[in-house]
């Protein structure tokens, strides 16, 4: 084989999506292991790309854009592991060591989100602009940032899902954490807990699509007067309403309440966005931690 390939792995709370493209981001394969326990779920990773191997691929970068916490500390001994999450069972799981040592690759991880936006703002929705903020909106409520082409890790990494916003009366929010956050809010898991059915099987004129556009227009008003984005891109399960984009723009509206003087010609329309990458921004995501390394 003339050409090294490279392998991506979306790894998420509910499956694993591997992958290998070639070196012009075609994809070559792709598989979908389900997340049960490290052990379980790593075992099949292995095989896959093992199996790969076999049939003569090669490969020697694996670009990991993973459910967190991780430590992405890189002067940490357990730099690339899961830290401590509620999620059974994946708790100090080394996962970008043990797939380092046991594929003999060389292993470029990042938080699942900062990854997606990483892609967006190469390929996708958010190409061009400096600051860009990707949003997944699913089982957990996360976001990641890209700042200059860099994803921002700091003190550990983002967790925008558990920025604290203001809880209409009567409404409880189900973060074990806290009791307003974003997370505990309007994350697909916690719709389900506050109305009691899944967030695709409440009618559009649902009075949960009002909480939720509010809660979220606050969050996007606090991300743009803290970080000033050119995007904010919301995907996740929960987006697939094709309504609801347009009532949180106008609940941002709302709440910014005229203060921003945007450039002339551009209106919130056009900075909270879909994505560009439709559903890819995460696997993407993993093949852009390479190519940027
Ligand atoms: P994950 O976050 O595990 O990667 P998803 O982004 O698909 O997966 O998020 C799953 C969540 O999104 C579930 O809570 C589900 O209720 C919700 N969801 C999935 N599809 C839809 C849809 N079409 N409309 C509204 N909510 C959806
Ligand atoms: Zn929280």
Not at 2 to 19: D, M, Y
Not at 131 to 138: E, K, L, R
Not at 157 to 175: F, L, Q, T, W, Y
Request: glycine fraction near 10%; charged fraction near 15%.
């Amino acid at each position: 084989m003339a050409f090294n390939s490279i392998a991506a792995i979306e790894a998420g709370g509910t499956k694993f999506i591997c992958a290998l493209f070639d070196n012009k981001h075609n994809l070559l394969c792709k598989t979908r292991i389900d997340t049960t326990t490290p052990a379980n779920t790593l075992s099949q990773v292995l095989a896959f790309y093992n199996d790969l191997k076999q049939q003569g691929y090669t490969f020697d970068h694996l670009g990991l854009a993973s459910f967190g916490p991780l430590d992405l500390n890189p002067s940490s001994p357990t730099f690339g592991n899961i830290t401590k999450t509620p999620k059974p069972h994946w708790s100090d799981t080394p996962l970008a060591s043990h797939l380092e040592e046991a594929l003999e690759v060389t292993v470029h991880v990042d938080t699942d989100v900062n990854a997606a936006a990483l892609a967006e703002a190469k390929w996708g929705a958010g190409k061009g602009c400096d600051v860009v903020v990707y949003i997944t909106i699913g089982t957990g409520f996360g976001g990641g940032l890209v700042v200059n082409g860099q994803t921002v890790k700091g003190l550990v990494h983002p967790e925008m899902g558990h920025m604290r916003v203001k809880v209409p009366m009567g409404v409880k929010g189900h973060c074990p954490f806290h009791a307003d956050c974003v997370e505990g809010l309007a994350s697909g898991t916690s719709m389900q807990k506050i109305w009691g059915q899944s967030a695709q099987h409440l009618a559009p004129d649902h009075e949960a699509w009002d909480l939720q556009a509010n809660i979220v227009g606050q969050f996007c008003h606090n991300l743009l007067m803290t970080l000033s984005p050119q995007r904010i891109i919301l995907g996740g399960g929960v987006m697939q309403q094709s309504f609801l984009l347009k009532k949180i723009v106008e609940q941002t509206n709302k709440h910014v309440n005229g203060y921003l003087s945007l450039p002339e010609n551009v209106s919130l329309h056009d900075i909270i966005v879909e994505p560009g990458l439709g559903t890819e921004s995460g696997l993407k995501g993993a093949l852009a931690l390479v190519e940027h390394a």
